[in-house]
């Protein structure tokens, strides 16, 4: 690994080939070097979980990352479908860069794994809506996720998530943690932190926090069907990235 002195923004982008990388011009020299360290790590952490390679997280060098540009009041951190950008607030992002990453790869994922999406279509929000899907044995690993997440065991109805979230979103009156692509980012996160509980920059909260506390993440048997499904359909997404590499090599 990179020693940690070397490490900047320019090393993450060329290590992992992202398509660009923007720092607010309100960062400090001192703020932008922390931040750069931490994406790093995360990052790594990242690809190992998902045992694939640097292109897994760039997402062929489509996504673009920014950090503390603008955002909005109340919101740590974001993802941008119009312009592929994945965007972390200077104060308040950590915690949420695997949940932005998986809105990143959702969306990388709906025109590639179904046909006919809107322009801005999440393949999980297609899936739920029974979009028609091109055939491929990786996107039956990713129905199985998507499953997992929004059904229940035998799949004949709502999950015990799904039911939580719209629960929580009656209550708020409106139509947000039921959303497919949220469901989906939140049970990405909660595999994620099973995996690495250590790094608190790339997900926390998935097992303590007031949203876990209310059933807005996975729990008990369900969260282990999710866990086993996500790690069944990166295993074989990051085989593949990795044989596609060595061929081209």
């Not at 950008?85 to 990388?108: M, P």
């Not at 279509?121 to 979009?131: E, K, Q, T, V």
């Not at 926090?209 to 069907?225: I, T, V, W």
Request: proline share 3%; hydrophobic share 40%; glycine share 8%.
């Amino acid at each position: 690994m990179t020693g940690q002195g070397l490490i900047s923004f320019v090393t993450v982008r060329r290590q992992f080939e992202f398509r660009s990388i923007e720092v607010g011009r309100w960062v400090t020299p001192e703020e932008r070097d922390r931040a750069a360290v931490r994406f790093y790590q995360a990052l790594c952490d990242l690809m190992a979980i998902l045992k694939g390679p640097e292109t897994l997280i760039s997402l062929r060098s489509t996504l673009g990352l920014q950090y503390g540009i603008g955002g909005q009041r109340g919101v740590s951190a974001h993802y941008i479908p119009a312009t592929r950008q994945l965007a972390l607030a200077k104060n308040a992002g950590a915690g949420s860069l695997a949940h932005e990453w998986f809105h990143a790869f959702d969306h990388y994922m709906g025109k590639r794994a179904f046909r006919n999406l809107e322009k801005h279509g999440f393949a999980s929000s297609g899936w739920l809506s029974s979009a028609s899907q091109k055939e491929h044995p990786l996107n039956q690993r990713l129905n199985a996720c998507f499953q997992a997440i929004l059904l229940n065991d035998d799949g004949t109805a709502p999950s015990q998530l799904f039911r939580a979230s719209q629960k929580a979103d009656a209550g708020l009156k409106v139509l947000y943690y039921a959303r497919p692509e949220e469901l989906c980012a939140r049970a990405f996160e909660a595999f994620v932190e099973d995996c690495q509980p250590r790094n608190s920059f790339l997900v926390r909260g998935t097992v303590y926090s007031d949203e876990a506390k209310a059933g807005l993440y996975p729990e008990g048997a369900q969260r282990q069907r999710i866990n086993e499904a996500f790690q069944h359909y990166f295993a074989g997404l990051g085989a593949a990235l990795y044989r596609e590499q060595a061929k081209a090599g």
